[in-house]
């Protein structure tokens, strides 16, 4: 009997490469991965990446991620895969990191020889050996360009999906008289190409071509270079989401004096379809390896996209990561881009958009609270978070003793956060649905038991307020609302998070936990390719996927969702949540000394 096809998903990470393999009913059969530092030789690393502290640059060595891929194909040959099973090939890559070819890059990767390594043919292609990082924090400059070109951040987010990412934030943390500042990550690609151009101008002269780390893998297996993808391309700021294509004033920007004819060339088209037969392998894998001749590249996305690909989400699902920090995913049809989210297009489904939030504050301030009611009861229990747990179920919602209770809203942040950017610190209110009326006091609060609740309640509140008009109403006259919420990372183990989540967000089929461990980027990425091959004429990935996705096997149902009346309730609380964060924000603005940034 003839076995199943085989599809390969990459997952290239700042800190690993992995490979997946799955089968057409989604089964995982391989797994191989390479430890950037742990495994590579010749490369002065640490945790992926190299650091000039000087200039806030973090890059990475394109031909560690050479090496990583020689490495993890043998591996799986030596795991017994068999090659000529694989039909399809997709890729999951880290985002806005970019590579750069030089003009001998097409005849280098198109002239492949099996006898030797990539690592030992390519690194020639690359007009500049590194790769930018998304924690690099050299483009403040650059980034204030971008924000002021259109008009202001909320134009560019309008076009591009997002603001262009600050480099840092003040705080009012003070050592002598210097007013210390903390860098943050997550820098998008075209303000790195601007910076590129003005710093190194003969080498970006000499680029011929520029990829994206997704794309990066995708030219690897097809032996020419790929195009970007559909959903990557808008971690970029230089594609216009709306208009489907890339902005010509903001190239304008980022091409500087070498012109937008010239930069055009370099990024290349975008196809829009998501699945699209890029071509086949090349020879160099069937020669060297053992793949068919039949085995397709299907373009690779970006790691965040990759993950709503893992679940699969559907529309209006929602994904709450609760870790160190917080990171909220959504699949939506509405395009409501602001200042505070990342917009991108859906990796596989025209229509459709991929909603991101990241906090740097999440399971650090709960911590802090848990800790400290731990210590007001002078009791440390086997279970660390039993006393929390067992405060926060107990109070009422918003604090409220009685209906005519002012609620109890707060922010906790013991490290500045993003959304909304201010430094950290603690601030309390309260607050009279009724009037509107907002009042900063700690009157009526019993610290710290009532911030047990107030903290998860102001961190799902947040959530809340940033997603409102991206769901839609599930029928039955019930409000619009997340089909599911799916809470994923440690926090997805605490019950009374579980049960806040659903009361505050809704969720007609209630809240589930998300168990996929840390393959989440490349089984959304072998997904793609299982779909990509398989997929009938206008398939959507949601239908085909869905179908053959054993969600018993990933997801546990840990809470009810909606709830009427307290999910109502939780909506009067989203107003105040708001004035309470402009309140803020301006407050720290007038004594701080704020600089803007995500």
Partial sequence: MAQSPLYIGFDLSTQQLKGLVVNSELKVEYIAKFDFDADSTGFPIKKGVITHEAEHEVFAPVALWLQALDSVLSSLRRQGLDFRRVKGISGAGQQHG???????????????????????????????????????ASTQNECD????????????????????????????????????????????TGPQILRFQRKHPDIYQKTTRISLVSSFIASLFLGHIAPFDISDVCGMNLWNITEGTYDDKVLEL??????????????????????????????????RYGFGADCTVIPATGDNPATILALPLRPSDAMVSLGTS????????????????HFFNHPTTAGLYMFMLCYKNGGLAREHIRDAIN??????????WANFDQIALQTPAMGQRTPTDAMKLGLFFPRPEIVPNIRSGQWRFNYDPTTGQLQETTEGWTTPQDEARAIVESQMLSLRLRSRGLTQSPGNDLPAQPRRVYLVGGGSKNQAIAQLAGEILGGVEGVYKLDIGDNACALGAAYKAVWGMEREPEQTFEHLIGQRWREEEFIEKIADGYQRGVF???????????????????QVRATSGHVDGV
Wanted: hydrophobic share 30%; net charge negative.
């Fill in 145 to 188: 360009e971008f924000d002021a070109l259109l008009g202001g951040p909320a134009e560019l987010a309008w076009a591009t999906g997002s603001k262009a990412h600050h480099v840092r934030v003040h705080t009012s943390r003070r050592h002598g008289d210097q007013l210390l500042t903390e860098p943050l990550s997550q820098r998008f």
């Fill in 568 to 586: 109502e309730k939780y909506g009067q609380a989203v107003e105040g949540f708001e004035k309470m964060e402009d309140q803020v924000v301006q």
């Fill in 98 to 136: 970019s590579v750069y070819w030089n003009s001998e890059a097409e005849g280098l990767l198109r002239n492949l020889d099996p006898a030797r390594s990539l690592e030992e043919q390519l690194p020639a292609a690359f007009s500049h050996p590194y790769s930018p990082n998304w924690q690099d």
């Fill in 254 to 287: 980022c091409a500087g004096r070498f012109g937008v004819d010239d930069l055009k060339q370099k990024l290349g088209d975008v196809p829009e379809d998501g699945g699209l037969h890029l071509g086949p392998v090349h020879p160099y894998y069937i020669q």
């Fill in 326 to 341: 917080t990171t909220f995913l959504m699949s939506t049809p509405s395009y409501k881009p602001d200042p505070a989210t």
């Fill in 375 to 384: 210590e007001n009861l002078k009791d440390t229990p086997a279970q660390p």
